[in-house]
């Protein structure tokens, strides 16, 4: 079981910066690979990025050269760091955690890009 409490969201104006959080805990050593995904109003939920265990990065091609997502090495946090907003990345933004075969997921974040 892994619970995912996530910080961050908010308010930016086009072109600016926000960093979004995810702190997962309970049994975080069997966590395969974390993500942040995002859905944005009358969208589907799609992926933003991911990170292994071994520190391999994905992005979707939406967000390479903006978005960045890292980890420490114990899983302790995973950070979503978002640069030059656009008023499309506007979306509730989920962390995800993939754990012994099964998904979880955080309560969502709103990011809002708008001027």
């Known amino acids: 079981q892994v619970q995912l409490v996530e910080s961050g969201g908010g308010l930016v104006q086009p072109g600016g910066s926000l960093r979004l959080s995810c702190v997962p805990s309970?049994?975080?050593?069997?966590?395969?690979?974390m993500g942040w995904f995002r859905q944005a109003p009358g969208k589907q939920r799609e992926s933003v990025a991911t990170?292994?265990?071994?520190?391999?990065?994905h992005y979707a091609e939406s967000v390479k050269g903006r978005f960045t997502i890292s980890r420490d090495n114990a899983w302790n946090t995973v950070t979503l760091q978002m640069n030059s907003l656009k008023p499309e990345d506007t979306a509730v933004y989920y962390c995800?955690?993939?754990?012994?075969?099964?998904?979880?997921w955080g309560q969502g974040t709103q990011v809002t890009v708008s001027s």
């Open positions: 309970g049994s975080i050593f069997s966590i395969t690979i």
């Open positions: 990170i292994t265990r071994g520190g391999t990065t």
């Open positions: 995800n955690a993939l754990l012994e075969g099964r998904d979880y």
